[in-house]
């Protein structure tokens, strides 16, 4: 069973244009929650985070925004650049279990078109 | 500079045979991992290790199998008993309790 859900495999933005990467997750005990970027043949590098204590968190145009009642999770980007066209995973820890791994959703493919 | 190294970053296997990943890393992480990445799939964890000479499966272990004698060094063996063994391949580390991992380039696997 999918822990992480990245509905979407895909999403196609206009340069300039708000991006909204969304993540649904089902485990409840989740405390840590993270977004890595991805480009085609290299490793995934950490975008931005969010503890489950806070609802949102900001850094310079990217922004994640955390809804635990929805168990729910948005990455927003703004504005929207052609560099930023990459596969983003959602990524979750949870407080039990194997402590420190994450769980990974299966990715969505950002397009920014110039 | 700290970082993981992935070698080689290409591979290519016969059918049948054995073929051991590289992964290093020198920022004193204690936590490795290995993940494997398909198209459509996202990251599955393989194997991980918490500290040297401890490692656990993860969700898809069957026909791989890891040693962790070294702090620096997790190196993967994929064997032939992996049925389906062409994807690519990432290492990453973290460390213990920290909330994120730093991944290396990826190795791509080819079984020809």
């Known amino acids: 069973d999918q822990q992480v859900k990245q509905n979407s495999p895909s999403l196609s933005v206009q340069e300039g244009r708000i991006s909204i990467l969304n993540c649904d997750y089902t485990n409840s005990m989740f405390d840590y929650f993270l977004w890595y970027k991805k480009y085609p043949a290299e490793g995934p590098t950490f975008l931005i985070s969010?503890?489950?204590?806070?609802d949102k968190n900001e850094d310079g145009r990217f922004t994640v925004f955390l809804n635990k009642s929805a168990k729910h999770l948005s990455l927003h980007i703004v504005p929207s650049q052609p560099g930023d066209s990459a596969v983003y995973f959602c990524a979750a820890r949870s407080t039990g279990g194997s402590q420190g791994n994450l769980i990974f959703g299966k990715g969505t493919k950002l397009s920014v078109k110039p | 500079d700290g970082g993981i190294t992935q070698s080689p970053k290409y591979l290519f296997r016969k059918e049948g045979q054995n073929v051991t990943l590289s992964c290093e890393q020198n920022?004193?992480?204690?936590?490795m991992y290995w993940y494997r990445q398909d198209p459509g799939q996202g990251l599955r964890l393989i194997y991980y290790s918490q500290i040297v000479n401890d490692f656990q499966k993860g969700d898809i272990a069957e026909g791989y199998s890891v040693s962790r004698e070294k702090k620096e060094s997790f190196p993967l063996t994929v064997t032939s008993a992996q049925k389906n063994p062409t994807a690519f391949y990432l290492c990453?580390?973290?460390?213990?309790?920290?909330?994120?991992?730093?991944f290396g380039s990826g190795t791509r696997l080819t079984v020809v």
């Open positions: 990453a580390s973290s460390i213990q309790r920290n909330y994120g991992y730093t």
């Open positions: 969010i503890s489950s204590i806070k």
């Open positions: 920022l004193n992480h204690d936590a």
